[in-house]
């Protein structure tokens, strides 16, 4: 009795740790009711097709289709701080001056992070939108 008592407790606390990540601006929740990733992309970025096929896999997944919008680094990256975009592919280093307001995901397909001032083909997203930037990344095969 004593050890069914522990082993029930036992999993009930560890089923409390296994929450998977959240988005609190509810990212996955509004691609999947709107139907569209809002995808920026900075203009002159080379594409890759790892990225390109990481969007396409989420979309399908969620019952979504890609939306793009090419500009400029500046105009995406707010636009994406700011709720209007879901994500931002382009070339970034962690040194960049966004790295404090955006989230650099790793480089699609590397294996490894990106070095700390190394350019490298990835997405931005919106800070603490985990379970979304969790979603593309394994898609994408990032580690």
Known sequence: MIRTFAATALLTALAGCADPPRDPAQTTERVRDSGIVRLGVIAGA???ARADAAVASVARALGARVERREDHTEELLEALELGELDLV???FSDASP????VHFGDPPGWGRKAGAT???PRFAFRNGENGWIMRLERAGGAQ
């Open 46 to 48: 080379p594409p890759d």
């Open 118 to 120: 190394e350019t490298a």
């Open 98 to 101: 966004w790295a404090t307001r």
């Open 89 to 91: 592919y382009g070339h």
